[in-house]
């Protein structure tokens, strides 16, 4: 990607991604170098999020347009605009919801109904400007799962990141790995595989299959994707099955994989079905 002064797409994710790098350090920064043992660990753990993405962007490699920098730059909207604007956008609403219905409602049921909402909406608006900025390199509905995947890849790392430094403060045990390794357990292990990445992969496609077929039909299944997400990341966040039904470990492992596991087949759907109705891309000698 080259530098346009003229593009305003680009203007725009150059100041975002900056202003909120520069919040995002502020925040991380001295907790990072107060425990770098910890820090350094957390980062590389959660860091392996990436890994099946990348893998799954090698074997769709054919069939994809959008260059590096585009997956790149996504993978950057993910990891600052997003993470900060979900901080300060899901306090705003928690304190909405403490004012309306009382603050243990609101404890319980914030992240149910705020943290889905700003969170998706902000990763679909990354991933819609990449797509502006890249206009005329997207394949097809495929470019748009790896490109909201590698966004939120993104939240989910510095997301992961920010559990396990917190986790570690709190902790009182100094620079120690355990609790991160606990935090990556839980976070990483257990509720990594149907998380943030796989909800923006499902925004991802419904924006490309919008940016390719240029229909109001397709501008429809655009927002239809972006508001399933929501309703898919609500489900996951809600108490519903938290406690295994009483059935122990088992139980809540059950609970994890009847919640999440919808939108790792609906990824799964998305990509057998785009590999069906598209070709490969073109190499012009």
């Not at 990607?1 to 900056?18: E, F, K, N, V, Y």
Request: hydrophobic share 60%.
């Amino acid at each position: 990607m080259r530098p346009d002064p003229a593009s305003p797409a680009q203007w725009t994710a150059a100041l975002l991604i900056g202003a909120a790098a520069i919040l995002l350090l502020y925040n991380t920064l001295p907790v990072a170098l107060a425990y770098p043992r910890a820090g350094a660990t957390a980062l590389v753990l959660f860091s392996l999020f990436a890994l099946p993405f990348w893998t799954m962007r090698r074997r769709l490699a054919d069939r994809l347009a959008l260059p590096g920098a585009a997956l790149l730059l996504g993978l950057a909207w993910g990891a600052t605009v997003a993470v900060m604007t979900s901080l300060f956008g899901s306090r705003a609403l928690h304190g909405l919801l403490a004012t309306a219905r009382g603050p243990a409602w609101a404890e319980r049921w914030a992240p149910v109904l705020a943290a889905p909402v700003v969170e998706e909406v902000v990763k679909a608006a990354g991933v819609v400007l990449v797509v502006a900025i890249f206009w005329g390199r997207l394949h097809g509905v495929l470019d748009g799962i790896v490109l909201g995947a590698f966004c939120g890849v993104g939240f989910q790392i510095v997301e992961g990141y920010a559990f396990a430094m917190s986790s570690t403060v709190v902790n009182r045990a100094g620079d120690a790995v355990a609790p991160v390794v606990a935090v990556f357990v839980v976070r990483g292990v257990l509720a990594g595989l149907w998380s943030h990445a796989v909800f923006t992969a499902i925004a991802g496609a419904g924006i490309a299959y919008a940016a390719t077929r240029r229909t109001r039909r397709a501008a429809w299944a655009a927002a239809g994707s972006v508001a399933g997400v929501i309703v898919l990341h609500a489900v996951w966040n809600s108490p519903l099955l938290r406690d295994g039904l009483g059935l122990g470990a088992l139980g809540v492992l059950g609970g994890v994989m009847l919640k999440g596991l919808p939108a790792v087949l609906v990824v799964w759907w998305l990509v057998r079905w785009a590999k069906r109705t598209e070709g490969p891309v073109a190499v012009h000698a």
